[in-house]
Nanobody, 116 residues
Framework: QVQLVESGGGLVQPGGSLRLSCAAS????????MGWYRQAPGKQRELVAT???????NYADSGKGRFTISRDNAKNTVYLQMDSLKPEDTAVYYC??????????WGQGTQVTVSS
């Protein structure tokens, strides 16, 4: 059974950076599309970025130019580098995996708070 474990969240000042990591168990990681989503209080969960098994990336407009998604298939890990953070980036960030074998899976989430 595939499990996703996120790490790297925390409190950062506006303009700062954080790197989130999501480690996946299982042997299907390299063929899976991975993504990061976020959910702020009182709002719906929204897409942040995705990356396919072949490395093709897609970003929501909110993070273009500031966020970078990447993956290391040898480590079964996907990353989200977040730079120039803004208070409106405050949310719980969730790792997502999709494959034809597993369907959609979610991690437990990691809190990111951007505040001075």
């Amino acid at each position: 059974q595939v499990q996703l474990v996120e790490s790297g969240g925390g409190l950062v000042q506006p303009g700062g950076s954080l790197r989130l990591s999501c480690a996946a168990s299982g042997s299907i990681f390299s063929i899976s599309t991975m993504g990061w989503y976020r959910q702020a209080p009182g709002k719906q969960r929204e897409l942040v970025a995705t990356i396919t098994g072949g490395g093709r990336t897609n970003y929501a407009d909110s993070g273009k130019g500031r966020f970078t998604i990447s993956r290391d298939n040898a480590k079964n890990t996907v990353y989200l580098q977040m730079d120039s953070l803004k208070p409106e980036d405050t949310a719980v960030y969730y790792c997502n995996l999709w494959s034809g074998v597993t369907g959609t899976l979610w991690g437990q989430g990691t809190q990111v708070t951007v505040s001075s």
